[in-house]
């Protein structure tokens, strides 16, 4: 586990750096400025391209963790808007089992998020990087069973655990992210998020077993963190 | 090493919420002082009891006993125990429905119950009166023991 978490730390100072010894390629085509293959849109355009993401950080790090028992997958998709704004769509799928000293949940759910980033970086026409802040609000839905949780049967001792199965559950969160993308070559970038995640959803009405993992918010907390490790391409 | 801790906040797991179920019995037994003005006895003054077909005690020559908890089985409709009292065992069957109920993540699952019906010997018990047939976790008296303590 440490040698793996010290290979993806390895892996984020020797991509960043790389990316910034590289020196890129200007080239003016008839349609306008290209850098590194990449158009380099004007400043007045408000449109300035899509980016399109995949985590690769939590989908190494929760297989690793689970021993391969859990598996989750998100995809994020950006809009350039005058390279200030960046509205977000990020979508998210996870399947597989975690324990908990209580109980075992098994079970798979999607997730989306919603939010807009803003790039603190100083506009420059060449520049493809960005710092950004920015908010989420997220929702999840999943099928679950919850198995092995205990019954308080302390005397008679004749039901020791119980199993509930084919629940479903709906959360809501909020999120407030920071990060970075950098522009490594031709369309290809990466970068990184933190994420503070607050749950909306922490009271439920229902009688039913709760979930104590929702897909795409981490183990159920009025509060959680998150990081993400990005490889993306700009269109 | 920050990473991997960020990434994997689990809550602890603690159970923090009561979770004991079971019927509660009070004593209310009447005697008289040797002037023969009559009292209410609230606790037993010794007691045991031990659910039948279970090898432990519940209370074991238990000393000022002021409420017993009688734990009920979650797989049967019918609990009986064997409870003693100043020398005399009598035996208290309850008939009772049985209810699922998740409590939380941490703290799992309980079952509570209704109570159908009270049968019971008449040894040291003259009384069995039922005062609430819902047996909760963090519930009130459900049962009263009445007894008159003769004369001596």
Request: contains cysteine.
């Given at each position: 586990?440490?040698?793996?978490?010290?290979?993806?730390?390895?892996?984020?100072?020797?991509?960043?750096?790389?990316?910034?010894?590289?020196?890129?390629?200007?080239?003016?085509?008839?349609?306008?400025?290209?850098?590194?293959?990449?158009?380099?849109?004007?400043?007045?355009?408000?449109?300035?391209?899509?980016?399109?993401?995949?985590?690769?950080?939590?989908?190494?790090?929760?297989?690793?963790?689970?021993?391969?028992?859990?598996?989750?997958?998100?995809?994020?998709?950006?809009?350039?808007?005058?390279?200030?704004?960046?509205?977000?769509?990020?979508?998210?799928?996870?399947?597989?089992?975690?324990?908990?000293?209580?109980?075992?949940?098994?079970?798979?759910?999607?997730?989306?998020?919603?939010?807009?980033?803003?790039?603190?970086l100083?506009?420059?026409?060449?520049s493809q990087d960005a710092?950004?802040?920015?908010?989420?609000?997220?929702?999840?839905?999943?099928?679950?069973?919850?198995?092995?949780?205990?019954?308080?049967?302390?005397?008679?001792?004749?039901?020791?655990?119980?199993?509930?199965?084919?629940?479903?559950?709906?959360?809501?969160?909020?999120?407030?992210?920071?990060?970075?993308q950098v522009h490594?070559?031709?369309?290809?970038?990466?970068?990184?998020?933190?994420?503070?995640?607050?749950?909306?959803?922490?009271?439920?009405?229902?009688?039913?077993?709760?979930?104590?993992?929702?897909?795409?918010?981490?183990?159920?907390?009025?509060?959680?963190?998150?990081?993400?490790?990005?490889?993306?391409?700009?269109? | 090493?920050?990473?991997?801790?960020?990434?994997?906040?689990?809550?602890?797991?603690?159970?923090?919420?009561?979770?004991?179920?079971?019927?509660?019995?009070?004593?209310?037994?009447?005697?008289?002082?040797?002037?023969?003005?009559?009292?209410?006895?609230?606790?037993?003054?010794?007691?045991?009891?031990?659910?039948?077909?279970?090898?432990?005690?519940?209370?074991?020559?238990?000393?000022?006993?002021?409420?017993?908890?009688?734990?009920?089985?979650?797989?049967?409709?019918?609990?009986?125990?064997?409870?003693?009292?100043?020398?005399?065992?009598?035996?208290?069957?309850?008939?009772?429905?049985?209810?699922?109920?998740?409590?939380?993540?941490?703290?799992?699952?309980?079952?509570?119950?209704?109570?159908?019906?009270?049968?019971?010997?008449?040894?040291?018990?003259?009384?069995?009166?039922?005062?609430?047939?819902?047996?909760?976790?963090?519930?009130?008296?459900?049962?009263?023991?009445?007894?008159?303590?003769?004369?001596?």
């Amino acid at each position: 586990m440490k040698r793996l978490v010290a290979i993806g730390f390895m892996l984020i100072v020797a991509l960043s750096g790389w990316s910034k010894v590289h020196i890129p390629d200007s080239v003016m085509h008839s349609d306008g400025l290209y850098v590194d293959n990449m158009k380099i849109y004007s400043d007045s355009a408000i449109f300035q391209g899509i980016n399109l993401k995949l985590d690769i950080f939590n989908t190494i790090f929760y297989l690793a963790k689970s021993k391969a028992d859990f598996q989750t997958y998100e995809i994020a998709l950006n809009a350039r808007l005058k390279n200030r704004f960046y509205p977000t769509l990020e979508l998210g799928y996870a399947q597989g089992a975690l324990g908990s000293n209580a109980a075992i949940w098994n079970g798979h759910g999607g997730w989306t998020t919603v939010g807009l980033d803003i790039n603190g970086l100083r506009k420059h026409r060449e520049s493809q990087d960005a710092l950004l802040v920015g908010v989420r609000v997220g929702t999840a839905v999943q099928q679950y069973d919850l198995t092995q949780v205990p019954v308080n049967d302390d005397y008679w001792q004749t039901t020791p655990s119980t199993a509930f199965y084919k629940q479903f559950h709906n959360d809501w969160w909020g999120e407030v992210v920071a990060g970075c993308q950098v522009h490594v070559y031709s369309g290809l970038m990466m970068g990184w998020y933190l994420r503070f995640k607050m749950l909306f959803t922490r009271k439920t009405t229902s009688e039913a077993p709760i979930p104590y993992f929702i897909p795409g918010f981490g183990y159920r907390d009025y509060t959680q963190w998150g990081i993400n490790y990005y490889i993306g391409w700009k269109f | 090493m920050g990473i991997a801790l960020l990434c994997s906040c689990q809550p602890d797991t603690v159970c923090r919420e009561t979770m004991q179920v079971g019927v509660i019995g009070q004593l209310k037994e009447t005697y008289y002082d040797t002037d023969m003005q009559s009292h209410v006895r609230t606790a037993w003054d010794s007691l045991t009891v031990q659910g039948i077909d279970s090898d432990s005690l519940l209370y074991n020559n238990s000393k000022s006993v002021s409420q017993v908890l009688l734990p009920i089985r979650s797989d049967m409709d019918t609990t009986s125990y064997a409870m003693t009292y100043c020398g005399c065992t009598d035996t208290l069957s309850i008939v009772h429905n049985n209810e699922q109920r998740f409590v939380s993540v941490e703290c799992g699952c309980v079952y509570e119950h209704a109570i159908r019906q009270v049968l019971y010997t008449r040894h040291w018990i003259d009384t069995v009166t039922i005062a609430s047939n819902e047996v909760l976790r963090g519930g009130g008296v459900n049962i009263y023991f009445i007894r008159e303590a003769p004369i001596e």
